[in-house]
């Protein structure tokens, strides 16, 4: 722990970001298993905190990272100052299975209608502007991205663990860290079995 410690503490914090439904909570469970620090507030199902929420100052918020690793979605609803150090994990996802797990999240969790066709084409649309927007605005602040698909995450687990302990500059147990990866068609799953396990492990938070 000590050399790990070591290690992250000559880089900077790291951004495990993304839009949602693209497997930033996995990642952010690898980097768990791994001994990275995390700021979650204890949350160990989702990650999230309050904190970081649309419209969060993340100027007031990066220095509180310190050497670990947090959760971002939805970058582009948030504040952030025109230049920061940080590395950033970008998870990217089919958009068309992105649009769907929104969807159904929205669907199960809120009681929303079942999307039309259309809806699903809007909402695939804006995701494709949403994340150029967002890895614009991260590398123009001048962080350091790198982009890995949720797919890859699924069908590689121990290449994907291993491109991020190199990314990150860090001695990672990637075998542990390809371990938390459910072997998983990457198409959208029915349901949200997943995610009710995860809080079901880690009661009194949700997903």
């Known amino acids: 722990m000590l050399e790990l410690m070591s290690m992250l503490n000559k880089t900077m914090p790291t951004l495990v970001a993304g839009l949602g439904r693209c497997g930033t909570t996995l990642v952010m469970t690898m980097l768990h298993a791994a001994g990275v620090p995390l700021f979650c507030g204890g949350n160990l199902a989702s990650f999230e905190t309050d904190e970081l929420m649309p419209g969060a100052d993340m100027a007031s918020l990066l220095p509180q990272f310190g050497n670990g690793a947090a959760k971002i979605i939805d970058p582009h609803r948030m504040r952030w100052p025109s230049q920061f150090s940080a590395k950033v994990i970008w998870l990217d996802r089919n958009f068309t299975e992105q649009?769907?797990?929104?969807?159904?999240?929205?669907c199960i969790l809120s009681g929303f209608q079942p999307p039309t066709r259309q809806h699903l084409l809007n909402i695939r649309d804006s995701l494709k502007r949403d994340?150029?927007?967002?890895?614009?605005?991260?590398?123009?602040?001048?962080?350091?991205?790198?982009?890995?698909a949720f797919e890859r995450i699924l069908i590689e687990p121990g290449y994907s663990a291993k491109r991020i302990a190199s990314f990150l500059h860090a001695e990672l147990d990637t075998a542990v860290m390809a371990r938390q990866?459910?072997?998983?068609?990457?198409?959208?799953a029915n349901g949200l079995d997943i995610e009710f396990a995860r809080c079901a492990k880690y009661p009194g938070v949700v997903v």
């Open 181 to 188: 990866v459910i072997h998983r068609p990457d198409q959208c």
């Open 131 to 148: 994340t150029a927007d967002c890895v614009r605005m991260f590398t123009d602040a001048g962080a350091d991205v790198y982009r890995i």
């Open 99 to 106: 649009a769907k797990s929104q969807a159904k999240f929205a």
